[in-house]
């Protein structure tokens, strides 16, 4: 079954994703979409190769994702044709709402990539400062950012994090 997700970026509209619902625990809902290959070269060579996320040649060909309804980010699994693991990149993110049939969160600019070998890396911390100085965040929810990008860093560092998506 195809699910609709509202993905609202601040001062950038929001983005309307179709995806394959996979399972919905009441925590959350793993979704699961495959990528073309034509689409995966040109999203590898824009974004993933080009920032040093995934080895270049390695394509993707499809993306799990994990969204919460509880918590305030959502992940996003990379798979590379021959299944193996490519990374996590972890959106800082209101929780999912489901209204009328489709699903809604906003991002917060704030995002985590993890490699395969567990380490991390804090990403656009800048747009983020930007996004709370213009108000297009709230004071709560850029606590509430701060505070989550923390935990889930530790997470990543004891282990933990990768219970959250079983």
Not at 75 to 101: A, K, N, S
Not at 111 to 134: H, K, M, N, V
């Amino acid at each position: 079954m195809d699910i609709v997700i509202n993905f609202m970026r601040p001062g950038k509209g929001v983005t309307r994703y179709t995806e394959g619902l996979v399972d919905d625990n009441c925590i959350r809902i793993k979704t699961i979409t495959e990528v073309s290959p034509d689409f995966s070269r040109s999203w590898c060579k824009e974004n993933w190769w080009r920032n040093g996320f995934i080895p270049p040649g390695k394509l993707i060909s499809s993306v799990v994702k994990f969204l919460f309804y509880r918590e305030w980010f959502s992940v996003m699994q990379l798979v590379c044709p021959d299944g193996d693991h490519l990374g996590f990149y972890i959106d800082i993110d209101t929780p999912l709402r489901e209204v009328g049939g489709e699903y809604y969160l906003t991002d917060l600019f704030l995002d985590l990539w993890i490699a395969p070998d567990g380490t991390y890396t804090e990403l656009d911390r800048d747009e983020f400062e930007t996004g709370f100085l213009s108000g297009l965040i709230t004071p709560y929810q850029y606590r509430k950012a701060n505070l989550v990008i923390e935990i889930l860093k530790g997470e990543v560092i004891n282990g933990d994090f990768y219970q959250r998506l079983s």
